[in-house]
């Protein structure tokens, strides 16, 4: 099965927080024979889900098809939008579907909070949502204290020990983090919509914006379906 992407894919440079973020809407010719996929996968937990870190549900690797039809357009795309060395080797993660399963009342703090990926210079994340948009989508945020909205290298620690600050002098609320609250101002949301691609930096601190009533769900019909690659050059 080909999971060809369509062309020429209509891409979208947009500005939050000041960063630069990339949206391509109908990005395959046939999504639902991804989500047909999706449904013949097996699912399992990720690991740390249960103890409160990570990732707060169920991957499965998505299919080798999509993964090289996404790669064939991820290396140039990303090279001329965000300036990077077109002789740098594309490293890729696998290609993994995404299900959102973690009740709220189940999340642990680092995962009622945003968070960032890598804080390698050009580590991105490609998100392609198979989920329409009473699922949220993707926020973005600067944080208070230090005033990020991206981690560098030099940030991590400085970063990492104000996190661990705040959540030991007063846990995050027993929910999915959305708005802003006193430690994180809201930039902006990328919105889920079924078929679109999204493509940001890493390093941005952000969080899936959950639709708890909606989107905890195992069935890839039914719930949070995404596709999730990361990428390094």
């Known amino acids: 099965m080909s999971f060809p992407i369509r062309m020429p894919p209509d891409v979208q440079s947009l500005t939050i927080g000041g960063h630069q973020v990339l949206l391509i809407d109908h990005f395959l010719e046939d999504p639902q ?4 996929a999706a449904c013949a996968s097996t699912f399992e937990l990720c690991p740390g ?23 064939s357009l991820l290396d140039p795309l990303i090279k001329i939008n965000f300036g990077i060395d077109e002789d740098l080797p594309l490293r890729k993660t696998p290609c993994m579907f995404s299900l ?13 909070v945003p968070h960032f990926d890598s804080s390698a210079p050009h580590y991105m994340a490609a998100l392609l949502y198979l989920c329409d948009g009473r699922h949220g989508g993707t926020g973005f945020y600067r944080h208070k204290a230090t005033g990020l909205q991206q981690i560098g290298a030099d940030d991590t620690e400085r970063y990492g020990a104000s996190i661990r600050d705040q959540i030991e002098r007063r846990p995050p609320p027993q929910r999915y983090f959305d708005a802003g609250d006193e430690h994180f101002e809201f930039l902006g949301r990328l919105p889920a919509k079924f078929n679109r691609l999204v493509v940001y930096s890493g390093g941005l601190i952000h969080t899936a914006c959950v639709n708890p009533a909606l989107s905890i769900s195992d069935d890839p019909r039914h719930g949070r379906l995404t596709v999730n690659t990361f990428v390094d050059f």
């Open 33 to 36: 024979a991804l989500v047909q």
């Open 49 to 71: 889900a249960t103890e409160g870190k990570g990732y707060p549900g169920m991957r499965a690797n998505a299919p080798e098809a999509y993964s090289q039809e996404l790669v």
């Open 100 to 112: 959102t399963t973690l009740a709220p009342d189940r999340l642990g703090p680092l995962q009622r």
